[in-house]
């Protein structure tokens, strides 16, 4: 089954800390370039992070310094560690392949942030 699966959201307090992951089936993970996006609601979508065949990374400049995308390609998986959140962290993060409307995207994990 093609698919992939993003767990890890919560509610936290500001300053806190998530690890996001999300894990991949059916495709070709080791040769595709993978991105987080989050969505507020009432906003726009964002794309938070991609991550590149090899490890090279790209952020959404209100994250940088505090998010780290990584991608483990022998499990299928990419990470999104998150620290120092902030009440305009929150949103359904959802991992994709590929950038949006490309590829394959999950349902979404929640993160919400309290101030």
């Known amino acids: 089954q093609v698919q992939l699966v993003e767990s890890g959201g919560g509610l936290v307090q500001a300053g806190g800390s998530l690890r996001l992951s999300c894990v991949a089936s059916?495709?070709?993970?080791?040769?595709?370039?993978m991105a987080w996006y989050r969505q507020a609601p009432g906003k726009q979508r964002e794309l938070v992070t991609t991550?590149?065949?090899?490890?090279?990374?790209n952020y959404l400049d209100s994250v940088k310094g505090r998010f780290t995308c990584s991608r483990e390609d022998a499990k299928s998986t990419m990470y999104l560690q998150m620290n120092d959140l902030k009440p305009e962290d929150t949103g359904v993060y959802y991992c994709?392949?590929?950038?949006w409307g490309t590829g394959i995207r999950g349902r979404g994990t929640q993160v919400t942030v309290s101030s």
């Open positions: 991550i590149a065949i090899g490890g090279a990374t």
């Open positions: 994709a392949s590929g950038f």
């Open positions: 059916g495709i070709g993970f080791s040769r595709m370039l």
